[in-house]
């Protein structure tokens, strides 16, 4: 199966990116003070409120409001990039080249961190996420948000600015994990990696070294764990950063409804990147930390391999 990146392109990948935060930049500076303002009529000082609001039932199932943001949200990433993509060329349109920079970047960034041997198995798990988080974190800097009712409820309030959904995300980030860990490094590298022996037995005399085993098995639960502990870190991390955000620019549009709060929506469009991106890397991480084990000794013998195959 071909990426529709490994084709050779006359553009620049850098250069579609470029021109598309231009415009982001020109059209941010021409919404954002309407947006603040509107925005401002629903806060008050209020804020945010902790727990998203039911909207409607689907028979038992509570329907909320950051579920249908989600949703829409969701429905719109898929839309753009089809409509970006459509049939992938060998000449890229500038769009597919964006979409195409957007996947190479990513790409670029986690393959040494995941290791080359699984990078692009792991490509469209990081890349989804990276995606669908950096837009559910945009969605609170939208017009309307706060303002909508339906029934009574709030209709629009972020994904990731409930707690239901970040620890939905860090779930399914945690399941990922497991699986590519199983599949490409195997239940037995898992096992030793966590509660072996660390210690090299031809540097320590043996008095010390057999001791060790009993020290790095201990070493090992805590490890445990904080493998389990990890779901709730990015979670919670997601999900304060967000929410703060968002009570933030609601307080500061109490305050003064026009001018005011236009700064700190520029801040959230750089929290929202830089937390999309950490969650991303820290995924990345979790693989590359069982998985890429072997590339490095792999690169050290393969120039040994190739000099001894020339004799």
């Known amino acids: 199966m071909r990426y529709a990146f490994d084709y050779v392109t006359p553009f620049k990948p850098f250069l579609p990116v470029q021109h598309m935060m231009s415009r982001v930049y020109k059209l941010a500076l021409f919404f954002l003070s309407p947006a603040a303002a509107t925005t401002a ?49 060998l000449v890229p349109t500038r769009a597919q080249a964006m979409v195409e920079s957007m996947v190479q970047g990513i790409l670029d960034l986690t393959a040494p961190i995941v290791g080359n041997k699984v990078a692009k198995h792991t490509l469209p798990l990081l890349i989804t ?25 709030t209709l629009i309030r972020p994904g990731n600015a409930d707690m239901n959904g970040t620890i939905a995300l860090a779930l399914v980030a945690f399941i990922g994990w497991f699986y590519f860990v199983l599949r490409y490094a195997g239940l037995g590298i898992l096992i030793k990696d966590i509660f072996g022996n660390k210690a090299d ?40 950063n967000v929410f703060g955000g968002e009570n933030l620019i609601h307080a500061m549009s109490g305050i003064m409804k026009w001018g005011l709060p236009v700064p700190f929506y520029f801040l959230e469009l750089l929290i929202g990147f830089v937390q999309a991106l950490v969650f991303t890397l820290l995924v990345s991480v979790y693989i590359g930390l069982i998985c890429n084990h072997g ?13 001894a195959s020339s004799h």
Do not use: C
Request: aromatic share 14%; no cysteine; hydrophobic share 50%.
């Open 201 to 240: 037995k031809k540097d320590i005399p043996a008095v010390i070294y057999y001791p060790l085993f009993g020290v790095f098995f201990a070493v090992g639960l805590i490890e445990v764990i904080s493998i389990l502990f990890r779901p709730v870190s990015l979670s919670f991390r997601l999900f304060g």
């Open 295 to 307: 590339d490095e000794s792999h690169n050290e013998h393969a120039p040994a391999t190739r000099k």
């Open 41 to 89: 009529f629903a806060s008050g000082a209020r804020g945010v409120s902790p727990s998203a609001e039911t909207v409607f039932l689907l028979g038992p199932i509570p329907i909320t409001n950051s579920m249908v943001t989600s949703w829409v949200i969701a429905a719109l990433i898929v839309i753009v990039i089809k409509l970006a993509i459509k049939k992938p060329q």
């Open 129 to 153: 996420l990276f995606t669908y988080i950096l837009f559910q974190n945009w969605s609170g800097l939208l017009p309307g948000v706060g303002t909508v009712y339906y029934r009574g409820h």
